[in-house]
């Protein structure tokens, strides 16, 4: 773990991303000694320091700490946290404030290639999104509906959960962005209000069109999810998971569709993230 490019334990109490979760963060595969796509996880957490109003570490510290803690791992996962960093009491940002860089490395645990193939199971969380322009798209550290709604089931066979946001449209799953494939067209829910604008999202919507494939970028609805002929979930870590059945109300099961397999091939490696 580096902190501030210093091999330390510990950040203080008095930090911003402690007290408040006013930071951001990223969680970035190392695969075969690479770390894919840093350049647009920095874009992203760019994006949320402005929306924030905060400071951004400089490319070049980053890319030190991220270099340092990849060289000579073959797998695992880079965690980067950057917070607005100490201040003292109260919501008021200090001025100057001086960010706060966390690099942690993880061991890579690798997914059942079955997840891969078969697809996963996935259940309709009753933890909401709330609604924020300010807030969507960006990964800023306030994770608590996630928290709230991971908490909501143990069962190891339920992989992920769909998370609506207030006005019931459905969103993203805990962890992951949502595709569909309805009436022969890929469909990706609207993230301008709730939501995290996935780097794997993107990477799907850019493969997609690279087979000539156009993504509706939309509000769905949860009645959508039943009539679909087939749906996956992707993340950074896990690439693209097809999933195979809904669990809500009345279980809804995924056939193998042709769209996602298009979309999965032209996907090459990112297909399957950090494996
Ligand atoms: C809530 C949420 N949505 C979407 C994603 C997918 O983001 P990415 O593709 O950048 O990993 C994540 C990843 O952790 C997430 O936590």
């Not at 008095?14 to 006013?22: F, K, M, N, V, W």
């Not at 969103?171 to 067209?185: K, P, V």
């Not at 890929?186 to 850019?206: A, H, K, N, Q, Y």
């Amino acid at each position: 773990m580096l902190i501030d490019g210093r091999p330390a334990r510990a950040v203080s109490v008095a930090d911003r991303g402690l007290q408040y979760g006013d930071g951001v963060f990223e969680t970035l595969p190392i695969s075969a000694g690479v770390v894919r796509h840093w350049e647009r996880h920095l874009e992203r957490l760019r994006l949320g320091c402005a929306r924030l109003g905060m400071a951004c570490p400089e490319d070049t510290l980053l890319r030190a700490d991220l270099d340092r803690l990849r060289a000579g791992v073959d797998h695992g996962v880079l965690k980067l946290i950057v917070t607005r960093g100490v201040g003292g009491r109260g919501y008021r940002p200090p001025d100057p404030a001086r960010p706060t860089r966390i690099f942690v490395r993880y061991p890579w645990r690798p997914y059942p290639t079955a997840l891969y193939r078969s697809g996963i199971v996935v259940r309709v969380c009753a933890t909401r999104l709330s609604r924020n322009p300010v807030l969507a798209g960006i990964k800023h550290l306030n994770r608590l509906e996630q928290v709230l709604a991971r908490h909501e089931w143990a069962d190891p066979e339920v992989h992920e959960g769909l998370m609506l946001d207030t006005g019931g449209r459905v969103i993203e799953g805990t962890m992951t962005n949502l595709f569909l494939a309805c009436a022969g067209r890929l469909v990706t829910p609207d993230l301008s209000e709730s939501g995290v604008l996935g780097i794997m999202r993107g990477l799907c919507i850019e493969a997609a069109a690279r087979v000539g494939l156009e993504t509706e970028i939309r509000a769905v609805d949860l009645a959508e999810m039943y009539t679909a002929e087939s749906a996956f979930v992707c993340n950074s870590l896990v690439g693209i998971w097809p999933i195979r059945e809904l669990q809500g109300k009345g279980k809804r099961r995924y056939a193998a569709c042709d769209l996602l397999a298009r979309v999965t091939a032209a996907m090459g490696p990112d297909a399957i993230g950090g494996t």
